[in-house]
Every structure is written in C-alpha cells, then in structure tokens.
C-alpha cells in the first residue's frame, strides 16, 4: 500500500528521485519544481493509520512525526535544471544496507548520542584525542572530510566502497583499539551513522556519538568557517556541493597527486567500479582506472583486453598468478576469487588469439566501464544519476522511439553488447527469448520511456518480479538510438511511438 502510495504522489506532483520503502521506514530523496503541502497535496496511505484520524493537523503529526527534513536549492547557473533523470521506486530488506548486521530495533539499545551541529563543533574543539570517523565511501571522504581542529588530521576514511563491510572490515578489527576511546562520527544526512553507530557499540565501543543531520546540517550552520573542509557529494546531478565560497580543494589526482576534486561517472575503477579522481592530464594517458585498493593490479588487470598481445597477455596472467598467491586464502576468499576469473579470462584471450578468433587492436576505442560500449556510444555518463549529468553531451535525433507495449516478446536485438549483456542464445543453440514486464526512462534527456525491463524465459529471477533493463531507443553520444533488443518474431513497418499499457497498479519491479 505504501509503494502504490508513493509512486501515486510522485506521479502527481511530478517528482523525480529515489525512494526506498521497507520495514524499517521510508528513505526519499527527491526534488520538484514546485513546492507542495504535506497533508493537502499528498494526502495519506489508506490502511496505513492504525485508526482514523479526522483532524488534518493530527494526522500529519502522526504520520511525519520526528522527521529531520533537510531541504536544498538546485542554483540554476551550475547548469542542472533537475537533479534526477527519473524516478525509481525500490522495496528493500533495509533502508542502509549492513547484511542483518543491525536490526532496526537493536538502533534504540545500541545507537550512538545524537550531537547538534553546535554540539559536535564543540566536541571537536574540546577534545584533543577524540577519534573522528568519515562512514561514507572512499571517493566521498576524498573530496571533503572533517579536520580535527588539535591534530589538523583528516577524520579516519574506513576505506569502504560499499557500507555493508563497515562492520566486518573496520569494526571487526578496530573495535579493541577504540573501547576506551571518544569516538565521533558523521555521513551526509545521518541515516548511515544510525547504523554504523550500532554496530562499534554492540562490539563494545560505548562512547560514540554521532553528527545529526550529517555534514548537511553542519553546513547550514557553519558553512566553510567550520571543520568541515572540501564539497560535499550529493548522490544527484549537482555531483558536490561546496561548504562555501572559500572552499579549498582537498581531493587529489590518485595519478600525479595534484590538487583535484571533479568526480565523473566515467572515471571507475576496472576492478570495483568504485569512482575514481583523476584529473584531465592524467585520464588523457589512461585506457582504464584503478583505485586505491587496486593500484597494485595496475599492470596486469584490464576489463578490455583487445589491445594487448600475446607476450602481453602472458606477462598479466604471471603477475595475477603472484598477488594471488601470495594472499591467505582464509582471510581473502573473495579477492582471490576476482584474481581466478581474470587468468582464466586472460588465459582465454590468448588462446583466442592463436588460434585466430581474435585479433590484437592497438588502436581500440576506450570503453565505457559500465555498459561496455565504445566511446563514440558512451561517454561514461550511462548509469545512476549521470545519466543526463551536465557534461554528456549527445548529438540531437529527432526519430521518435519504435513502439512496443508491456507483454510483448522480445528477444536480442542489432544493438545487443555480448561484453555487458552475455551471449545470445540459450545452452542449447537456441535464441534467448523474453517478455517487456515494464517501461522504463533511460534518461535521454527527456521524460520519453526509452528502455525496457525484461524477464527471459530461461532465467529464474532471484526475486519475485525482478527483471533486466535493456535500452530501448536511448540515444547514444554519436546521436544513434539503441536498441538491445528486439521484437520476436521482427515486425516490419513499426509505427514511430511510445505505447505504455502499464498502469499505477502493476506490481513493482526490483532491478538488478
């Protein structure tokens, strides 16, 4: 109910962004033109109250009780008129993914103290041998991070591509170091730090508090005359948002170390595509990136191997083979196993080669790491939130998307990218074949449904309803449509229009 809720009142009020729903709670982030009331506007989940409330006062108390809004301004001369290219609704185990580390209701037992922003300023400024910890990811603490104002020391950057691992990875071998410690904490908004807190306290740490309202509400109050030095990353088209008009650049060039700080959804690492700051320079000079964590691959792990040659090759699958064997085996199950699947890949690339299924291209277009396409189809910019980023640029198509229509069967079609989608047919020779579930925005840059999600026949979904999105008429940089897939059996003389039969009943879908 409260999904069908949501997507109504988004659909109404035109409101674009991300919600996540689940039994802890509901996590909006969005944005709209316009400014709404609450209660006039968006009215109430039916079956939600637990009773009927018939004053409209008391019903919003009830229903938006204790929420920490934080509101933000899109400036329209950064160059972003909207800072979302859709809408995606999802239905999650937990609102901060932690694995079943921290229970929803273990947060009020184990949960940190909740400082002010004044509050935590002043802790900082009182306490010399505090330990202050950045729980966000690695590329947000690179570009802005609290400095303790005795040490000058930038807060501890537990390292972390994605918050699951906080627990095991910095927890698990920190939590004896901390016990006796003053612990402070901080992440954007505070949502992570609920968790992030519970999780040092349940492994004993017991003094920790944590920043309400996160760097976000620090800002408000103190802007770039606090501790906070750096910008800001918002997960939206504005990429960071500067503490103030003084702000210093605190990131570096993980390449030539200069000062830089400019985060593009085109600079990924190879290995994790975790986001990666590298300046223009040195990205002139780079066919892929490499993070922190896999600087040491850096001469023997490519996603794209087209244009190595044998000796090349057999020099990669030398040093893979030395990095993983000289890791424990019980203690990196998981990085051993990525080593294994590069040799063997690599290995396969020889074997190609002599026997000619391949040939060595020296002069291969860069690749886009996420969706694997060329460079004049993909800048980069194809996934998340950069989808219509301010800096993709696209050559104008005016052919309007072919038709197609929620239950048609489709199957592979002209524009099918074997490196990110697999191969073709079926295990037993056969052409892959599926069904449109739903229809989708890419984000061509307007509000046109110019991709699909689909379920192949052969596929069980891992979850009730879950489906691949494919592209559908999405407009690549070089301004051609794409098209994954295909209707099945091929229909001629399609006519040159969007038809959307689904409705705002249609069960929701959970991407991969």
């Known amino acids: 109910k409260l999904y069908l809720h949501q997507r109504a009142l988004c659909n109404r009020l035109a409101v674009r962004g ?29 079956g939600i109250l637990d009773e009927i409330v018939h004053e409209e006062d008391d019903c919003l108390q009830r229903v938006y009780r204790g929420i920490d809004w934080k509101k933000s301004i899109v400036d329209s001369n950064c160059g972003v008129r909207e800072p979302f290219p859709d809408l995606k609704l ?81 927890c698990a071998k920190n939590a004896d170091s901390l016990r006796d410690k003053k612990v402070l904490m901080y992440c954007t908004g505070g949502i992570r730090c609920e968790k992030a807190s519970a999780m040092l306290r349940k492994r004993g740490v017991q003094d920790v508090s944590q920043l309400k309202g ?12 606090g501790y906070f030095k750096g910008k800001n990353f918002v997960f939206d088209q504005r990429v960071a948002l500067e503490a103030g008009k003084e702000t210093a650049v605190v990131g570096k060039c993980i ?17 994790c595509r975790d986001l990666v700051l590298v300046c223009p320079a040195c990205s002139q000079n780079l066919r892929e990136y490499h993070c922190r964590r896999h600087m040491a691959w850096k001469s023997c ?61 020296v002069d291969a277009s860069r690749r886009c790491r996420t969706c ?20 993709q640029t696209r050559k104008p198509n005016t052919e309007a998307v072919q038709a197609i229509r929620v239950g048609d069967r489709v199957q592979p079609g002209p524009h099918w990218n074997p490196l990110r989608l697999g191969d073709k047919f079926e295990p037993d ?60 059996p091929p229909q001629p003389g399609l006519a040159l229009s969007m038809t959307d039969t689904s409705t705002d009943n249609s069960p929701p879908i959970n991407n991969p």
């Open 214 to 225: 996160g760097i976000h509400r620090y800002l408000e109050e103190y802007g770039d005359q």
């Open 429 to 488: 020779g056969q052409i892959r074949q599926g069904t449109v579930v739903e229809l989708k925005s890419w984000g061509s840059g307007n509000n046109e449904r110019d991709c699909v999600a689909i379920v192949w026949d052969t596929t069980k979904p891992k979850k009730p309803n879950e489906a691949q999105i494919y592209r559908w008429g999405s407009i690549a940089c070089n301004g051609e449509r794409m098209y994954d897939v295909m209707l099945f």
């Open 90 to 170: 999802s239905l999650v185990n937990e609102i901060v993914s932690t694995g079943g580390a921290v229970e929803v209701d273990e947060i009020p037992d184990f949960g940190g103290k909740h400082l002010t922003p004044q509050q935590f300023h002043e802790a900082l400024e009182q306490h010399g041998d505090l330990v202050l910890i950045d729980v966000r990811n690695t590329f947000e603490c690179d570009i802005g991070h609290f400095v303790h104002p005795h040490t000058e020391q930038a807060a501890t950057n537990p390292g972390m591509v994605t918050f699951s691992s906080f627990d095991s990875n910095f």
């Open 18 to 46: 991300r919600v996540l729903i689940s039994v802890e709670g509901i996590n909006d982030y969005i944005a709209c033109m316009e400014s709404f009331h609450l209660g006039r506007d968006c009215g109430f989940p039916i």
């Open 255 to 271: 390449e030539c170390q200069e000062p830089y700080d400019e985060i593009a959804g085109s600079r990924l690492c190879t290995v």
């Open 372 to 391: 694997m396409e060329t460079a004049d189809i993909c800048d980069g910019n194809c996934w998340g939130f950069w989808k219509q980023h301010r800096g």
């Open 301 to 361: 792990y490519y996603t794209f191997l087209e244009v190595f040659d044998e000796v090349q090759l057999r020099e990669q699958v030398e040093v893979l083979r030395r990095i993983r064997e000289s890791l424990e085996p019980s203690k990196n199950r998981n990085v051993r196993r990525t080593l294994l699947r590069q040799i063997v890949k690599v290995q396969g690339r020889i074997e190609d080669l002599a026997l000619g299924k391949a040939v060595v291209d």
